[in-house]
């Protein structure tokens, strides 16, 4: 039996370009063109699309409220659009909870370097806009020891030829997915709810981007599609779950999913695989003998806003 | 010839998973629960053509005294674990240097390195075992693999700079480097992100 | 029903007969909502981020002006009040033109909200059955409720005043007041449902203060009858419309305790904020002082309160409430000063610094400024469309056909049943 495959570090791997770092003149690659016909063809099908969404679409019911039947017309509609706009098959499911399953997740923060892998393999799992707008589920804070957790001396946008700087440490932050959420509190449409095993999820069909979760989500953790996703059919991941990382419309909200279409399936959440310290611990919270139990039960662990009261799922823990 | 290489490869594979889950259960490297299954990672390769040792120290004189090294420097330029008073054979074995010891004197094969860690480092190989310290991919319900401390930390200098994918037998595994990570690129702030 | 053809095709005619001033202003407001439309087609086609919201400030310009505007419409009461509860007549006649502002205003609340949303298309959701509306948690769906109950009072209390001055008719009393005394505490629930939108966020400490209720009120009283007050002097001069001196000076004084208040609960918040000086200061240090080289709210922060406080001063004094040009002057100072206070003042430091610590200084695009240029453009023909018919019904120049010859004295149309 070989190991199973373990997911690239990605440490070599050029990182994502900006536009302005193209050459002038620069022959163009096959991949180039293909990614520049995708998105010729997704700039005319976003000018037709801008002018309303399709009659189906228009009436489809609120995802709690599909009969099975109406589920999977939904699901084989998203795949079909999935071709049209990237030309490539994908598989959309919609797995719901598990039985006996609430999830926990643990974030060692005696160990994060803030080498930022965990942010951009999550933005090449879940499918999220890549520049216009740039969207990033994980935010990782460059903070100082010297100051310990504290926003008025936290940097986002740190760059570093080398991580750890001395005297900082790092904490990423990532939807909390709250016992007590306060998004979907203050969602005047349901459209965002949490589901059994504890993920907070959206339909995205059914949102209609006022952004009152945005205003409410203490830890910003909630992201809006400000314009048409910037998504090329080589980048995009084909393994989809309906609530979690299917592309996703303008004008709608979307966040860390603990990646459901992963995890739903028993596989750990690619920011967990992907990080090389082993800073991130995911496991099943009803499960006393699970790695995030015995975080609970021998380290100091702490969670994110605690006088907010919003009993987040995720939790800080210094393993020394 | 197809159906027989079909054979032998899955021969191989059954006989290479017990090889891997073994010494996992036997040695105590890793605790698995009744629904998980842990697989050991490859260890990171040793520097070319070292191994075995004893092709060379099998004919060397064996001098216990503590020195500088007229060879290894690859290991000694980087020497760090407690260099003011530990030196090569308090891990390394005089008589065998294919083997390592621990204080005690027992023998400890290099795919066990882990538990001569573990000897000042109780805690860490403690945390190991459950899962706490050090990285696993896979599943969270099941199989997932872990990896040793070697693959993350180079034992002459434990101390994490970072850390490399290589391929060892045509397996993807890591290997710990002496430089540190590059971050990747910072987000763009929103005012970078104009219409 | 030909009384109901007979009374819309005169409508048409007041509304499409004026002077040149008259036409001049229309051609500005559709102008304005040329502009608006051209710049609307902009952000449906880009998305929003043909503005300058991002995710660190997600709310700006259109939610600013939504708040502003819903306190406008709440400030129909002030005039209501000393009207219909305590029966004074000067004031009792002009009534209803502050009721048709807040009709405009809550219309141009609406198209704010509107325009701010990702999916538009998809307003229905908030809608009780056909939708999945989140209520009673979601503050947005009792703000949603609210704002249209609000809006549909107030039409049909405007709609049933005119038709029945139009027709020459005394209004039943006992169907009418118990309406107009239930707009004044709808009229306070408006705004203070809004203020709960924001009040109840504990991410946004900025926002989570008790006092943000108060302070919504406080100063939409102050802000929204200045409107009334430039309005009654055009319309004494257009129309002749007898309009006591009284009566607008009566409402300058309440306007003037509302002044008050609503700085005196600014000195409470600022007290608070800088005296505990938590980490919560931040925001407010933003606004009035900046934070590192991030100032582009400070100008405004002191010109707002400049405004405030020499607005209160003219509102205060007699003698400068009695001149029309101090007292003009102080409604425009008034009407900038919380305009600047609702829009920038409360929505940008509520979420500068982010949830994160990060500073992004925000400022409009011009497909932002177009938008809302065509909102407000909307908002007001509206209003100058009621207005031009409305006043020609109390004036008496505008009556059903029958009635035309041997009118009624006035004050028997448009009073309450003997």
Not at chain 1, 236 to 240: I, R
């Given at each position: 039996m070989t190991s199973p495959r373990l997911p690239l570090l990605r440490s070599g791997e050029p990182s994502p370009?900006?536009?302005?770092?193209a050459v002038a003149g620069e022959a163009l690659s096959p991949g180039r063109r293909a990614f520049l016909r995708t998105a010729a063809a997704g700039a005319a099908m976003a000018a037709l699309s801008s002018c309303g969404t399709g009659v189906e679409e228009f009436f489809q019911k609120h995802f709690k409220e599909l009969k099975p039947d109406e589920l999977a017309r939904v699901l084989a509609r998203i795949e079909r659009r999935n071709r049209e706009r990237f030309g490539r098959d994908t598989k959309v499911g919609a797995e719901g909870p598990r039985a006996g399953v609430f999830f926990g997740y643990g974030l060692d923060i005696s160990r994060c370097?803030?080498?930022?892998r965990c942010v951009y393999a999550c933005v090449r799992e879940n499918n999220?806009?890549?520049?216009?707008p740039q969207i990033h589920w994980i935010q990782v804070l460059e903070m100082e020891k010297e100051h310990g957790v504290d926003l008025s001396h936290a940097d986002l946008y740190y760059e570093a030829?080398?991580?750890?700087?001395?005297?900082k440490f790092y904490f990423p932050v990532q939807?909390?997915?709250?016992?007590?959420p306060p998004c979907v509190r203050t969602c005047p449409t349901g459209a965002t709810w949490k589901e059994p095993d504890g993920i907070v999820v959206i339909d995205y069909n059914w949102c209609?981007?006022?952004r009152c979760c945005m205003s409410a989500c203490p830890y910003g953790a909630r992201h809006f599609n400000w314009a048409n996703p910037t998504l090329a059919a080589e980048e995009?991941?084909?393994?989809?779950h309906y609530l979690g990382n299917r592309p996703r419309p303008k004008g709608v909200v979307e966040k860390c999913t603990f990646c459901i279409q992963r995890t739903r399936r028993g596989r750990y959440p690619a920011c967990v695989e992907v990080c090389p310290v082993g800073a991130r611990k995911f496991g099943?919270?009803?499960?006393?003998?699970?790695e995030i139990r015995r975080v609970m039960e021998t380290k100091r662990v702490f969670v994110f806003?605690?006088?907010?009261?919003?009993?987040?799922q995720f939790y800080y823990f210094y393993a020394t | 010839m197809g159906p027989r290489i079909g054979w032998f490869l899955l021969l191989a594979a059954g006989a290479g998973s017990f090889i891997a889950v073994g010494p996992a259960v036997a040695a105590g490297g890793a605790a698995a629960t009744a629904s998980e299954t842990l697989v050991e990672a490859e260890a990171p390769p040793f520097s070319?053509?070292?191994?075995?040792?004893?092709?060379?120290?099998?004919?060397l004189p064996k001098n216990g005294e503590r020195r500088e090294l007229a060879f290894h420097d690859e290991q000694q330029s980087i020497f760090s674990h407690d260099a003011e008073h530990r030196w090569c054979l308090d891990c390394h074995d005089l008589e065998n240097r294919d083997v390592l010891h621990l204080t005690s004197g027992a023998k400890v094969k290099f795919s066990e390195s882990y538990l001569l860690c573990g000897q000042c480092h109780g805690d860490k190989l403690r945390d190991w075992r459950l899962g706490i310290h050090g990285k696993r991919v896979g599943r969270w319900d099941g199989a997932k693999t872990y990896f040793l401390c070697v693959n993350c930390h180079?034992?002459?200098?434990?101390?994490?700079k970072g850390v490399a994918e290589v391929v060892v037998d045509g397996k993807p595994t890591v290997a710990p480097t002496q430089e540190f990570l590059k971050p990747e690129p910072r987000p763009r702030r929103p005012e970078e992100q104009r219409q | 029903m030909s009384g109901v053809t007979e009374f819309l095709r005169g409508c048409l005619r007041e509304v499409t007969t004026g002077n040149r001033s008259y036409w001049a202003w229309i051609g500005f407001l559709l102008a304005a909502i040329a502009v608006g439309i051209a710049a609307y087609s902009v952000q449906a086609g880009?998305?929003?981020?043909?503005?300058?919201?991002?995710?660190?400030?997600?709310?700006?310009f259109y939610v600013g002006n939504f708040t502003f505007l819903v306190g406008v419409a709440a400030a129909a009461v002030l005039l209501v009040v000393p009207a219909y509860?305590?029966?004074?007549k000067p004031i009792k006649e002009v009534a209803v033109l502050g009721e048709l502002l807040a009709v405009s205003a809550l219309i141009m609340c609406l198209l704010f909200i509107l325009v701010d949303?990702?999916?538009?298309?998809?307003?229905?959701?908030?809608?009780p059955i056909i939708g999945s509306p989140n209520?009673?948690?979601s503050m947005l769906t009792w703000d949603a409720l609210v704002l249209n109950a609000y809006l549909l009072l107030n039409l049909v209390l405007v709609l049933y005043l005119l038709f029945k001055t139009y027709r020459g008719q005394p209004y039943n009393v006992r169907v009418f007041l118990p309406l107009v005394l239930l707009s004044i505490p709808m009229a306070i629930s408006t705004h203070t449902v809004t203020a709960f939108l924001y009040n109840g966020?504990?991410?946004r400490p900025y926002w989570n203060a008790s006092i943000l209720a108060p302070r919504f009120i406080a100063s939409a009283f102050c802000s929204g009858p200045s409107v009334m007050i430039i309005l009654f002097q055009v319309l004494r001069r257009?129309?002749?419309?007898?309009?006591?001196d009284e009566a607008i000076w009566k409402i300058a004084e309440l306007m003037a305790y509302a002044m008050f208040l609503n700085l005196f609960l600014l000195g409470a918040e600022l007290f608070k904020e800088y005296y505990s000086a938590?980490?919560?200061?931040l925001y407010t240090k933003y606004y009035w002082q900046g934070i590192g080289g991030h100032r582009t709210l400070v100008p405004y922060a002191w010109l707002s309160l400049a405004s405030s406080v020499v607005a209160f001063v003219l509102f205060l004094v007699p003698r400068t409430r009695r001149r029309f040009v101090t007292l003009n002057l102080g409604c425009l100072l008034i009407w900038a000063g919380v305009y600047i206070e609702k829009g920038m003042g409360l929505i940008i430091p509520g979420f500068t610094?982010?949830?994160?610590?990060q500073i992004y200084p925000y400022a409009p695009t011009a497909v932002e400024w177009g938008i809302a240029a065509g909102v407000f453009g909307v908002g007001f023909l509206v209003f100058t469309v009621l207005v031009k018919i409305a006043v020609p019904i109390l004036v008496g120049t505008f009556r059903a056909p029958e009635r035309a010859q041997g009118s009624e004295p006035s004050h028997a149309a448009g009073a309450p049943t003997p």
């Open positions: 370009r900006h536009p302005e770092e370097v803030g080498c930022r999220q806009s890549r520049r216009h030829d080398a991580v750890p700087r001395p005297g939807c909390q997915q709250c016992r007590n209609i981007g006022c995009l991941n084909p393994d989809e099943n919270l009803l499960d006393p003998e699970s806003k605690e006088e907010l009261a919003t009993q987040p | 070319e053509g070292i191994f075995p040792c004893s092709s060379c120290h099998g004919d180079n034992p002459h200098a434990p101390r994490f | 880009a998305g929003l981020i043909a503005t300058n919201m991002r995710d660190d400030v997600s709310w700006a509860v305590y029966q004074w949303m990702g999916h538009p298309d998809r307003f229905l959701h908030i809608v209520w009673p948690s966020m504990a991410a257009a129309f002749r419309f007898d309009i006591k938590t980490e919560h200061l610094p982010s949830t994160l610590g």
